[in-house]
């Protein structure tokens, strides 16, 4: 999937504002935070950047590592509990932590 330039500029926006919270200055017009029919991708990126979410629909990257000792056992319990679901151990780790934070 390709994104637009404009879709860009307003997720760079909204991620970065996301990040550092109401200290960072917002753009220029409320318009272009919130009317899609007047500014589209644009707005539409701003959104999705201010809500944290990724770019577009698409996937995170993975770039940190996270490394957890556990129990053979219990390493085995979730990999069960993953392949019920269809899942990778990692994704279905992930998922079960974000449902918990």
Request: proline share 8%; no cysteine; glycine share 12%.
């Amino acid at each position: 999937m390709g994104l637009s330039i404009e879709y860009a500029i307003g997720y760079a926006l909204g991620l970065r504002r996301f990040q550092l919270g109401d200290g960072y200055p917002l753009p220029p017009t409320p318009e272009e935070r919130s009317d899609r029919g007047r500014f589209g991708d644009r707005a539409l990126g701003f959104q999705e950047g201010l809500a944290g979410k990724p770019p577009g629909g698409l996937p995170l990257e993975y770039t940190a590592f996270v490394q957890l000792r556990v129990p053979a056992i219990t390493k085995a319990r979730w990999q069960s509990a993953s392949a019920e679901r269809g899942m990778r151990l990692e994704d279905w780790i992930i998922s079960r932590l974000d449902a918990a934070s």
